[in-house]
């Protein structure tokens, strides 16, 4: 009984950092994605002259074109032809804005600076410049 005791507490000694750490990872492989795919969508409306949106949701960030007074248009490529989204990973959400919109100089058409939380982290998205930090 001891033995059994020793091991599961070596074993929950070993086990518990390594899933923290396994989840800071996953927030920061998230965040970083998140962060590329704001500035593809950025560089994309300033370089084609048109406006771009970046929805957001609990699980998911996609890019798009801006429609006719909305953000339903074609989704937006990414450098590689495949769509432009980012999946949150599992036990990680997504918060805070859930719509970003360049417009065709790239710039964000909300004058304030927004914030997306990923999980405990954050970008920014300066208001002026459209810069992601």
Request: positive net charge; contains cysteine; proline residues 3%.
């Amino acid at each position: 009984m001891v033995v059994v005791m020793a091991v599961v507490a070596l074993v929950a000694v070993l086990a518990l950092p390594r899933q923290e750490e396994r989840t800071g990872m996953a927030q920061r492989q998230a965040r970083d994605r998140l962060r590329v795919l704001l500035e593809h969508a950025r560089d994309s409306a300033h370089a084609q002259r048109r406006a771009v949106c970046v929805n957001l949701n609990a699980t998911r960030a996609w890019s798009s074109y801006a429609a006719a007074g909305g953000c339903g248009g074609a989704a937006l490529q990414a450098p590689d032809g495949s769509a432009s989204l980012v999946d949150a990973p599992s036990g990680i959400a997504f918060g805070g804005a859930t719509l970003v919109r360049f417009d065709a100089r790239g710039r964000p058409v909300t004058a304030v600076d927004q914030t997306i939380v990923v999980g405990t982290l954050a970008l920014v998205v300066t208001r002026e410049t459209g810069r992601v930090r």
